[in-house]
């Protein structure tokens, strides 16, 4: 499956911005999807990932509470809706998909078999 992560931009702190991660694949509803996120020089950062069916959801203790993880399986795409935006969520966002579905242990970047190319957020103070 490839995958297309689009909606990254300039805002201020406390702003909103949503994420989209659009998938080339009728079967999308099959795989697990996640966004990580990466600062130049610091390894990929987990931040949320998404159950087959979207009825189950994990996120990164930093985002919690503020970011909220969607998908629609009809229209292929995984959403990433980000409130409350913080300098330190600065980074570019990737969108990955996994066949495994494993609970907390989506945290890890090697769960995930295919990644889409990166959408950069960039908060304001």
């Known amino acids: 499956v490839q995958l297309q992560a689009s909606g990254g931009g300039l805002v201020q702190a406390g702003d909103s911005l949503s994420l989209f991660c659009a998938a080339s694949?009728?079967?999308?509803?099959?795989?697990?999807m996640g966004w990580f996120r990466q600062v130049p020089g610091k390894e990929r950062e987990f931040v949320s990932a998404i159950n087959w069916s979207g009825d189950r959801s994990i996120y990164a203790d930093s985002v919690k509470g503020r970011f909220t993880i969607s998908r629609d399986n009809g229209k292929n795409t995984v959403y990433l809706q980000m409130n409350g935006l913080k300098p330190e969520d600065t980074a570019v966002y990737y969108c990955?998909?996994?066949?495994?579905?494993?609970?907390?242990?989506?945290?890890?970047?090697?769960?995930?078999?295919?990644w889409g190319q990166g959408t950069q957020v960039t908060v304001s103070s």
């Open positions: 694949e009728r079967a999308f509803s099959n795989y697990n």
């Open positions: 990955a998909g996994s066949l495994l579905w494993g609970g907390d242990i989506m945290d890890r970047s090697n769960i995930y078999q295919y």
